[in-house]
């Protein structure tokens, strides 16, 4: 029988859904902390540390881009309320608020260089881009109203799901007057015949608007189970509302991410993209039902999504329960993120340090000198070089300090802010996160090579020719190969053998089975490219 060859590996990603036997052989049955692209497996992006030891656990994080240019500020917000902004290396307080700590979500938007935070338990805050203010109550907004939800549309601040003077109104949209250039609206009175403030109620929507966000000219609002749509017409009615969709819905708030004039979406029960005429599942038969049966039901109201236009990916985040989690005991924030990459249309999975909420920012980790740099080995990402332009954007997280059942600090031992980036080709100045760091793992069962030799053929695997570069030795690839007689056989991966690609050229194995599989893990600190192998099998009879 002639060597089995496994190419292009970027290919179909990885496929949680389907029974192994009835996949290509190049797809994959479990990956974490990899990515797919240019015909290759290749090292996610890691979490460097940014700040660390923050003074609050932070919530929700919001990044802001004045209209001067620079660098980025950071705004952190704490489920007490308290708001801190991170900027140019440094964290200062930017006003605390009295409230009762609660894990409702927040939402961050910005308009006409204004930035808002909101949540449902008291009067939005603002503060003027550029500005070093602090943050205060919001100008113009009736004391007794509250909203699910605050965003910006056109030049319009539109309010979701609002409880005004104690009366509850989830399926209304609330929207302000016009705002003008670097101020807030004057008024919300939808009575005042001088301005275009209003209120709609979508009497045929069934559960209480979730949030909404922008796409192209529209605005799409979402409840658990409904899409609709609003759309400005000006004149009396200054916006017209119609129903898109009555089958889906979003998740939490904050699970809704626009890429090229369409709405990727984190669903109850899906994840699927839309422009706004179609819809469409981007995990059916992939890993909707591995994502939706590992969920933690109960911290759904963690759930967010965070783009990354760098690596034309999206992450879907969520507390998981998934046999691939990280070892995180103590620690009750998000663990995973499916990630989808919109270019190729593959999935991976990625592991996460209990984080709570992430945003983009051009933020600054500056070293100036040798004596600024805790260490000078390869946990410093960056270079003196990446840091002459300073202003790269990154995805940027918040992650919390998790505590055994005896209250002592556990992993993440510390409430931090991290930045996501390459490991060896990264421009983020800063160490990544040691204590959080978790290894790759990309696992393949129940090849059956069914093109090649009969399904009662006894398969033998003899040698394999691995394709792996590398940019420094820093560790050894984990392989393991394992056969099966039954499909419902679980594989022995415990048989481990380590490849070097700066010195060995192939792996003398030993596995044999009617399906084979085989398993990679890599701990090392490094970029890599996973090209595909060459294996030599054998068909040694029929069993």
């Keep these: 029988m002639p060597n089995a060859s496994l190419t292009n590996m970027s290919e179909t990603g990885v496929i949680t859904d389907i029974e192994p036997a009835n996949l290509p052989v190049n797809a ?18 890691l979490f460097y540390v940014v700040q660390n030891s923050l003074s609050v656990a932070p919530a929700f994080c919001f990044g802001i881009t004045t209209t ?3 660098f980025s500020t950071v705004v952190l917000v704490s489920d007490t309320y308290d708001i801190d902004e991170f900027a140019n290396g440094s964290v200062s307080n930017k006003n605390s608020f009295t409230v009762s700590a609660t894990t409702e979500p927040f939402t961050g938007t910005s308009l006409a260089n204004v930035t808002y935070i909101n949540r449902v338990d008291r009067v939005p805050v603002f503060r003027l881009n550029g500005s070093n203010n602090n943050f205060v109550d919001l100008t113009n907004w009736p004391s007794n109203y509250r909203a699910n939800s605050l965003r910006a549309f056109g030049d319009f601040l539109l309010a979701l799901n609002t409880t005004e003077a104690g009366a509850t109104f989830p399926t209304r949209v609330r929207w302000s007057n016009l705002a003008l250039s670097n101020a807030v609206p004057d008024s919300w009175d939808a009575t005042d015949l001088t301005k275009s ?34 759309d400005f017409v000006g004149g009396t009615f200054v916006f017209s509302f119609r129903k898109l969709f009555g089958d889906c819905g979003v998740i939490n708030q904050n699970c809704i991410t626009e890429v090229a004039g369409k709405h990727y979406v984190f669903g109850t029960d899906d994840i699927y993209v839309h422009d706004a005429n179609s819809k469409n599942s981007i995990a059916d038969q992939k890993v909707k039902k591995y994502v939706f049966s590992t969920i933690d039901t109960g911290k759904t109201s963690l759930c967010f999504t965070q783009h990354n236009k760098k690596l034309n990916e999206i992450y879907f ?29 593959t999935w991976s999975f990625m592991d996460l340090p209990n984080v709570t909420s992430a945003t983009t920012a051009a933020i600054s980790t500056i070293i100036t000198s040798y004596a600024n740099a805790s260490s000078l080995d390869y946990s410093i990402g960056g270079s003196y070089a990446s840091q002459e332009a300073g202003q790269d954007q990154h995805v940027v997280f918040v992650g919390n300090q998790a505590l055994d059942a005896a209250g002592n600090a556990a992993i993440p031992s510390t409430n931090r802010l991290y930045g ?9 100045t800063a160490p990544f996160d040691t204590e959080s760091y978790e290894y790759i793992k990309l696992e393949r069962t129940g090849i059956d090579l069914d093109q090649m030799a009969s399904l009662n053929g006894y398969k033998v695997i003899t040698k394999v020719t691995p394709q792996i570069s590398g940019t420094q ?13 039954l499909m419902s056989d679980a594989p022995d991966f415990s048989n481990i053998v380590n490849f070097d690609p700066l010195s060995q050229h192939k ?3 030993r596995a044999s089975g009617r399906y084979l599989s085989y398993s990679l893990t890599y701990t090392a600190i490094m970029d890599f490219n996973f090209v595909g192998f060459d294996a030599e099998i054998k068909v040694t009879g029929r069993r």
Aim: net charge negative; proline share 3%.
């Design 28 to 45: 994959f049955t479990r990956a974490k902390n990899v990515r797919f692209d240019e015909g290759s497996v290749q090292r996610a992006p």
């Design 68 to 70: 001067t240019g620079g």
């Design 197 to 230: 403030a209003g209120f709609n109620d979508l009497v045929q929507m069934r559960t209480p608007i979730v949030d909404g966000l922008p796409l192209a000219s529209n605005f799409i609002i979402y409840s658990s189970d409904q899409v609709w749509l609003a």
């Design 317 to 345: 985040c969520y507390r998981s329960n998934d046999d691939m989690s990280v070892q995180d005991i103590g620690a009750d924030k998000c663990n995973r993120a499916a990630v989808y990459n919109y270019a190729n249309g």
């Design 420 to 428: 996501l980036d390459d490991a060896d080709g990264g421009t983020l």
């Design 473 to 485: 030795a820093r560790g050894t690839f984990n392989f393991a190969f394992a056969g099966n007689d």
């Design 507 to 509: 792996i003398d194995v």
